[in-house]
């Protein structure tokens, strides 16, 4: 059975009979790939702790070629993101993090960028906080990145240019519409929301995160960004209800 060398984040793991666990791990070799840990679930255990949601590991894993379930030989922790009491914010943030990304990326399909993303989000997370800002910038790279996010500077029907002057989402798919092709129809997205849209596409997580959403700007960035997600998933991710919550409540 060959090993293979992985770099990897937990997404999320299940029970695997008494004591072991099966770990869904986002790799940057690999993509999302299955792994069983044997002995995991033992308090002794030396992957009880690593293998815990949003783990940043080195890892070998080993499966004979094509198994849709490897298992895990070595495990060094790298970090752990979410440490021994996390914020109740960090908690959802980051779940909403894992929910998604487990979501849109398929088994055995490399997503170097996606995971250089996922790394650089939780590294700030964990030195500033979470706010609103880092979760719509997440979102909107999320959907770029896996070529999903339209082209907000010209309206989709039409070609006219709407940077600056706000624009219409088409109720189907998010497409962007000027005032004239949308013709009242749509989501409204007001112009400082679609400026945001190209300045998220510019900057850095730690410098876009240290804006803040409020108002008319982050609702419309929050529905489009939520009306994106749902069009392509065909669903709604369950940790975006407690992060909501957490965010009003705070």
């Known amino acids: 059975m060959p090993l293979h060398d992985a770099e990897a984040i937990v997404l999320r793991h299940y029970t695997l009979a008494e004591a ?43 499966g004979k070629e094509g198994s849709e379930l490897l298992r895990i030989r070595q495990c060094e922790l790298l970090h752990s993101y979410l440490g021994k009491d996390p914020s109740p914010e960090r908690l959802c943030a980051l779940s909403y993090f894992a929910e998604a990304i487990s979501e849109f990326i398929q088994e055995n399909n490399p997503a170097p960028l996606l995971f250089r ?51 219409f989402a088409s109720g189907d798919s998010g497409r962007g519409l000027c005032d004239h092709c949308a013709q009242g129809r749509g989501l409204p997205i007001c112009a400082a929301a679609g400026d945001l849209i190209l300045e998220m596409i510019k900057l850095p997580p730690a410098e876009f995160g240290s804006r803040s959403l409020t108002g008319s700007v982050g609702r419309d960035l929050e529905k489009l960004m939520q009306r994106l997600l749902l069009h392509n998933l065909e669903k709604h991710l369950k940790a975006y209800t407690g992060l909501k919550e957490v965010f009003r409540n705070g």
């Open 117 to 167: 993303l996922l790394l650089a989000l939780m590294d700030v997370v964990e030195k500033r906080g979470i706010n609103e800002a880092l979760v719509r910038y997440f979102e909107l790279w999320l959907l770029k990145l896996n070529g999903l996010l339209p082209d907000y500077r010209y309206c989709s029907a039409c070609g006219r240019c709407v940077k600056g002057n706000g624009f």
């Open 20 to 62: 072991d666990r099966i770990v869904v791990l986002f790799t940057r070799e690999q993509g999302k790939v299955r792994a069983v840990g044997a002995g995991a679930r033992k308090t002794n255990s030396r992957l009880s702790a690593a293998l815990e949601p949003l783990s940043h590991l080195r890892l070998q894993l080993y």
